[in-house]
């Protein structure tokens, strides 16, 4: 079943603005990741936060965890047009053997120059 | 150099045929998967392998049969394709552990006429 939810389905923003992205999930997580795919290409791993952390910066990107309401955001500031592309939410559940991503439907991001 | 590779990029085929798609990871990774991304951008796993032993196999149909021949290939064949095979596949590879982060090629963009 789907783990993940991202929040909205499509975001357009002016260049220079900030971005939120929103996710939601179900279960108990091991970890929950953000990946970013451009039109025709595969999946980039952005940032990973564990279930035990709260928040985590790399470069523009932001990324909070909230498990208490099972959801996540990834903020981009100072968005670009190179930011355009579509992005995931996945979380990691379980740990062992079978451990596997579940990726959610992702968000559209139009950054417009 | 690619970190991981499959081919072909374009797959177009009629309904009845067998084909299989290729992936290669020179990452040194112990894990690969093969994923399917539909017209809705929605990602799901299909198989994973960890050192070449089927770990995850999500009730794909029998018709999709992974083989890894080693660590660093995993290769996807389909026998009978039908209309709703077509999607795009992607390989993924990753370092078994806590974290988990994927890697992805580029996708095989497969049509079903």
């Known amino acids: 079943s789907q783990q993940g939810e991202e929040d909205p389905q499509a975001l357009s923003i002016q260049e220079g603005e900030n971005a939120t992205m929103n996710c939601s999930y179900k279960t108990s997580i091991n970890n929950l990741q953000w990946y970013r795919q451009n039109s025709g290409r595969g999946l980039v791993h952005l940032i990973l936060i564990r279930s035990n952390e709260r928040e985590k910066h790399s470069g523009r990107l932001r990324v909070t965890l909230d498990t208490s309401k099972k959801s996540s955001s990834l903020l981009i500031t100072a968005s670009r047009a190179a930011d355009t592309a579509s992005y995931f939410c996945a979380t990691l559940n379980p740990t062992g053997a079978n451990s596997k991503l579940t990726f959610g439907k992702g968000i559209t991001l139009s950054v417009r120059p | 150099d690619t970190a991981v590779s499959q081919t072909p990029k374009y797959l177009v085929t009629q309904m009845g045929n067998d084909k299989s798609i290729k992936c290669e990871q020179n990452?040194?990774?112990?894990?690969m998967y093969w994923y399917k991304q539909d017209s809705k951008k929605f990602l799901k796993i299909m198989f994973s392998?960890?050192?070449?032993?089927?770990?995850i196999n999500e009730t794909v149909p029998n018709r999709f049969s992974p083989k890894s021949p080693d660590k660093a290939h995993l290769n996807l064949h389909i026998n009978s394709l039908e209309l709703g095979d077509s999607a795009v596949y992607f390989c993924?590879?990753?370092?078994?552990?806590?974290?988990?982060?994927?890697?992805f090629g580029a996708g095989t963009r497969l049509s079903v006429l």
């Open positions: 993924a590879s990753s370092q078994w552990g806590a974290k988990n982060i994927q890697y």
């Open positions: 392998y960890n050192n070449k032993e089927l770990i």
């Open positions: 990452l040194g990774h112990d894990t």
